[in-house]
């Protein structure tokens, strides 16, 4: 059967065809042999024919088609008039060499023509890419590599213009930034705590939040000058005069160490520096707010901004999430748990990401899985409401919380009934052995 070659390359559309097939077969270490050999590989495979681009915006509508596996009228147009004639009703003697299974598909169900995509035609091909200049004689010197360049520059531009997940990539890297920026805060606000406890070491019982703790800390400055000024200003950021007085007290009498200027200076500007990625982690979480409500308002109303966030920043993107069926997202997030269970023959995990829900919280030991089902049934629901849906509201999400509250609710019910008839159980059995005992 004779056999030819489909290149696409920057410039046209090449046919070639294949030589020596009844020599060599499909013996790829052959044409491996060869390739390296324009002389040797020329005789293998012959040019056709070969349309070439009529404009750049004609390529880049071609390679588009073609990235997406679908055979334009251009290409078809091309093929009918280049392949042998194929009488209807009869199979045709030859088959097409393809790059993509996908775009074979495509030339097979539309033209019966049959197409083959393996290791044999892909080595054919890389011999073509390697020799392409050689097989065409009015190309002038560089204007291949220029027109590769040109044309993957316009492919590029516009694939990332009409990406459609670019909204969901801002919402992957801030969620990424966020989880960050907090274990930072985390440890600042411990480096903070520990090093200003060495001067204050009241202040730790006193407030309990880092953010409070390093204003407080920056207006205290040196304990030993507290006073009663300083209750405005500590009342300002505590929001009780109670404890603004309390910590003015501990300070007057607290036994932490004296610190030199130098050090209190190094100290005011480690508690700013944290009390500035706070204030970047608010603004940071209000972008977030803003970015979800517009993607996927429903799935933020229904498990909360950061629980839908790390769900499609886990998935890749809102589509991968939508097309996720609702026991894949019910687990999502507990890659570990799961391979250990398959591994192991235990029991698989219950629930993933969406255990940070307080839905799962809110529900007994027991019920945990039965709720952590319910959640990403909804939750999958949502994600698809979003992702195909024309509406940019939350009613759906709002709805859909409604239902897992009253779900949670009759769960609750349920519980108190059964506990009811254990209860009546254990007071009939006790009766029943009091009335054997008198017996």
Known sequence: MAMYVLYESSSGYALFDVHGLEEIGQNTESVQSSVSD????GQ????T???PWQTALDAQNQVNAISEGFMSDELRSFLELNLPKVKEGVAPKFSLGVSD?????CISEATKIHCQSNEFVHELLRGVRQHFDSFINDFKPNSLEKAQHGLAQSYSKAKVKSNDSLEDHMVIHSIGLLDTVDKKINTFGMSTREWYSWHFPELVNIVNDNYMYAQVSKIIEDKSKLSEEHVPMLTKVLGDEDKAREVVKAGQISMGQGLGPLDLINVQTF????IELMDYRKQLYDYLVVKMNNIAPNLAALIGVMVAARLISHAGSLRNLAMYPSSTLQILGADKALLRALRTGGNGPKHGLIFDSSF???ASA?????IARYLANKCSIAARVDYFGDSSGSDFGEKLREEIEERLESYVIMEEVLDGFEENDEEIVDTSEEEIDEE
């Open 38 to 41: 324009f002389s040797r590989f």
């Open 44 to 47: 293998i495979v012959k040019l």
């Open 49 to 51: 024919a070969f349309h």
């Open 101 to 105: 299974p996908k775009l074979g598909s």
């Open 271 to 274: 508690a700013q520096k944290l």
């Open 360 to 362: 799962i919280s809110r």
């Open 366 to 370: 027991k019920n945990k899985g039965r």
